[in-house]
């Protein structure tokens, strides 16, 4: 039985992290996490193999009268390049991460609310992912949309205008990955994203501090790993909680 007492974003975003040691949903958030987890070593392998490369480069850009540098700086620049890669490469996969796994997310988010709630959806399981695979993906290119024009005046913004730019793009990604992890347990109920959007505008520091939180976990290496089910469930929890009698099915009407 779940709590009814609304938690702050950040609170929500913590009981994700005890949302996926549930028995009987454990290995629903297998696949986002190896989703997350393949992804990421792939690429950071192969990125990985390019840091020489890339070094010897900016050694050659060197001047030769700064020789006594250079091995200083190649013990300096191979650490930063590989922080430089966990931290910025985490927003572009995760990204990457959460179109490949979005059908396995709604499954998530279904069965996180189905034990939040005891009320199965009306059409649920992995069938019913298949079957419903291009409606969801055409779901993250609805929100693709919403991003990138966004995010293009906001990162000139960011070059623009040290410090306040940096805390606008911050506040951006966070509202970001609100409407990201929240639009799981909205779309599994058909809640247009525009009707999703100006739910979580009505309440927004509640959707800015669980959307805070997410963000910050996602520049933690290794702990950036379990963002992306962490996320769901604890959005789904949000859903449950906050938007589910405003948005969520009628023929339950005891909820």
Known sequence: MHQTELKSG???????FELIRTKGLKRFVFIPLAVNLLLFAVAFYFLLQQIDSAIVWLMDLIPNWLDWMKEWLAYFLWPLAVIIILVTF???????ANWLAAPFNGLLAEKVELHLTGHPLAEGGMLAVIKDIPRTLGRE??????YLPRALGFLIIFFLLPVFGQLIWFLFTAWMMAI?????????????FKV???????????AF??????????????????????????????WVD?????????RHPQD
């Open 10 to 16: 950040a609170a929500y975003f913590f009981q994700g």
């Open 90 to 96: 985490s927003f572009i996969f995760s990204s990457l």
């Open 141 to 146: 290119w609805i929100k693709l949309v919403y």
């Open 180 to 192: 990201q992890y929240c639009d799981y347990p909205f779309d599994n109920h058909k809640v247009p």
């Open 196 to 206: 999703m959007r100006t739910a979580l505008a009505e309440d927004k520091s509640r």
């Open 209 to 238: 501090s669980f959307g805070v939180m997410v963000t910050l976990f996602a520049m933690v290496p290794i702990i950036n790993f379990l963002v992306m089910p962490v996320a769901i469930c604890g959005a789904t929890a949000m």
């Open 242 to 250: 906050k938007y589910r009698p405003h948005h969520g099915p009628l």
